[in-house]
């Protein structure tokens, strides 16, 4: 890997390295291609990330995609958490839906990893290629795409041609909208606070999720005694829980999950982040790709937004392959187009599925609250449907019936 360049010509052009700009060049990384990944933030971001609250739930089909990348192998086992069991409540009344797997064929539903490391990992992984260039410290002040070449101009004055141009800078993409690309947006009005926390008694790596009247609480079990605690509130509440003394939260957290876990102790700092859900109104352009954030970005409910994007990029670099090795461009409007389609394929129903679940189980009108509490009884006491949705939040199997 270069971290300064000269060149004025490569392959592929990946703005933005966050996971699914790394992971996309990971992909291609047996292909021959001189690929440039632009970042604006220092490269101190990317090769020591500093933890952020935040763990990834990683689906067992993103284990294969990570381990066909070579990424896996290079994450602190000891920092994996897997999940056994999920359960989620509404409220303060009996429903009840719970996930296992002890009628299944895997080991667990998912495995819980700190975000940062696997950052870290996919830098380490990326920081090895050889025909991987990555600047930082510069941003990207106009792009132009045509049918033949694909260009940027940096904040350096530097202009870079590519075949392709591929964007991934985040939910709030400026490249997205230097390239005229609209995205629906929805503000949820709500700021996601997680912090980790010690309890008295053990959480045997069952995750828990209660869509109390007002606001919502998730714990996701790690190793030991030890689970992120993850509170979701509205704006005007957030400076509120973000100021409380740690005492007071914690007996907040604990009352919230019934005192299933004994007193708590926070152990960590308080992280907060906005939720906003992001769709992209078509996902290519002439010579021009969104992945990642910049593509989809999820609200995290069901844990699906790195899950969703690390498939993303894979469709992506699948179809680059399938061209290189049909002598193609890769750049084409055939091989984007093939990516576009398979993209809107798993994500749409995926995204707006979510964004109607979260607004069921957030309303707390009363004939919310109660088709809710049938909802978590009807799938719970019916195992297929059970069987089905497990099947979809681990990706462990394809399920004809559910089209992501």
Known sequence: MNQKTTEKDFDIIIIGAGPAGLSFACSLANQNLKTLIVERSPISTINNPKADGRETALTHNSLKILKKMGVWDLIDESKVSPLKQAKVFDGDSESLLNFDTKKSKID????????????????????????????????????????????????????????????????????????????????????????????????????????????????????GDISSVVLTVPTDQADEMLEMDEEKFCEMASDGFGGKLGQMKQIGQRFSYPLVGVYAQKFISTRFALIGDAAVGMHPVTAHGFNLGLRGQDILSNSIIKAIKAGSDIGSSIVLKEFENKQIHLSRIMYFGTNGVVSLFTNDAAASKQIRRLVLKFANRFPPVKSLITKHLTESKKSNLIPF
Not at 131 to 148: A, G, P, Q, R
Not at 153 to 161: K, P
């Open 108 to 223: 667990a539903l998912g495995y819980l990893v700190p975000n940062n490391l696997i950052r870290l990992a996919l830098f380490k992984k990326a920081s090895k290629l050889e025909n991987l260039t990555i600047i930082n410290d510069l941003s990207v002040d106009d792009i132009n795409t045509n049918t033949s070449v694909s260009s940027i101009t940096l904040s350096n004055g530097q202009i870079i041609n590519s075949k392709l141009i591929v964007a991934a800078d985040s939910r709030f993409s400026e490249i997205r909208r230097k390239m005229g690309i609209p995205s629906m947006m929805k503000d949820f009005s709500k700021v996601m606070i997680i912090t980790r926390v010690s309890h008295e008694k053990p959480h045997d790596h069952t995750a828990l999720e209660c869509f109390n009247y007002g606001h919502t609480l998730a714990l996701l079990p790690l190793n």
